[in-house]
C-alpha cells in the first residue's frame, strides 16, 4: 500500500541554524500539507501546497518558514533560523484533491532544538 | 477561529465493551469530517471519514455524523486492548486545512 515517507525521522539542531525536512507523498496525489505537533498539544496546520503553489498557511508558518517541491517526488520544509520552540513533531500529508479529501500522514520527523 | 473540540479524557473501558467518542466543531460550512488514531510518538492514522448525515459503519468501527447539531461521534465496538490509543477528530475547513481536536485518550483494559 503506497505511504508518505519522511526523513529524517529525527533531526537535532542548534538554535538558529537552518533545517530541511524532507517528505516523498503518495504518488498520485496533489495536495501536499505540512503540520506539526508540540508535545503534549494538538496537532496543528502550517501551510499546504498545490501547483507548485502554497494554497493556504496558518499563522504558525511566518518568513522563518518555506516549502518547496524541488522534484517530482519530494516536498520539503525548510525552517532558516530555528528557536527552542520550533522543537515538536513535524507530519507531512498528502491528498489525491484538495478541499474535502481525506489526508495521509507520514510518520513524522522529531525535530528537536537545542 | 474554527474550533473542534473533544473530551481529553482519559476514557476507560473494558475489553469487549463499546467504546463511545464526541466531538463538536464551530464552523457549519464544513463538509469532511474523519477520525484519526495516533498511539505515542506516531502519526495520526486514519480510521474512517464521513462526509453524509448519518452512520457509517466500517467493521467494530461506527462514525456517526449530525451538521445540524455539529456533532461526530465514533463508535467502537468489542474493544480490544490494541484499540488504546488517542482518537483525534479532524474537520477540514477552508483550503483543505485540516483542524484536528485536543484528542480523547482511551484506554481498554483486558
Known amino acids: 500500500e503506497p505511504e508518505v515517507t519522511q526523513t529524517p525521522s529525527h533531526q537535532v539542531t542548534q538554535m538558529g541554524q537552518e533545517v530541511i525536512l524532507r517528505c516523498v507523498p503518495i504518488?498520485?496525489?496533489?495536495?501536499f500539507y505540512w503540520y506539526r505537533q508540540i508535545l503534549g498539544q494538538k496537532v496543528e496546520f502550517l501551510v499546504s501546497?498545490?501547483?507548485?503553489?502554497?494554497?493556504?498557511k496558518s499563522e504558525i508558518f511566518d518568513d522563518q518558514f518555506s516549502v518547496e517541491r524541488p522534484d517530482g517526488s519530494n516536498f520539503t520544509l525548510k525552517i532558516r533560523s530555528t528557536k527552542l520552540e520550533d522543537s515538536a513533531m513535524y507530519f507531512c500529508?498528502?491528498?489525491?484533491?484538495?478541499?474535502?479529501?481525506?489526508?495521509?500522514f507520514g510518520p513524522g520527523t522529531r525535530l528537536t532544538v537545542l | 477561529q474554527k474550533e473542534v473540540e473533544q473530551n481529553s479524557g482519559p476514557l476507560s473501558v473494558p475489553e469487549g465493551a463499546i467504546a463511545s467518542l464526541n466531538c463538536t466543531y464551530s464552523d457549519r460550512g464544513s463538509q469532511s469530517f474523519f477520525w484519526y488514531r495516533q498511539y505515542s510518538g506516531k502519526s495520526p492514522e486514519l480510521i474512517m471519514s464521513?462526509?453524509?448525515?448519518g452512520d457509517k459503519e466500517d467493521g467494530r468501527f461506527t462514525a456517526q455524523l449530525n451538521k445540524a447539531s455539529q456533532y461526530v461521534s465514533l463508535l467502537i465496538r468489542d474493544s480490544q486492548p490494541s484499540d488504546s490509543a488517542t482518537y483525534l477528530c479532524a474537520v477540514i475547513i477552508q483550503g483543505g486545512k485540516l483542524i484536528f481536536g485536543q484528542g480523547t485518550e482511551l484506554s481498554v483494559k483486558p
Open positions: 464521513i462526509y453524509s448525515n
Open positions: 501546497f498545490y501547483n507548485n503553489e502554497i494554497s493556504e
Open positions: 500529508a498528502s491528498s489525491v484533491q484538495g478541499s474535502t479529501d481525506t489526508q495521509y
Open positions: 504518488s498520485n496525489h496533489l495536495y
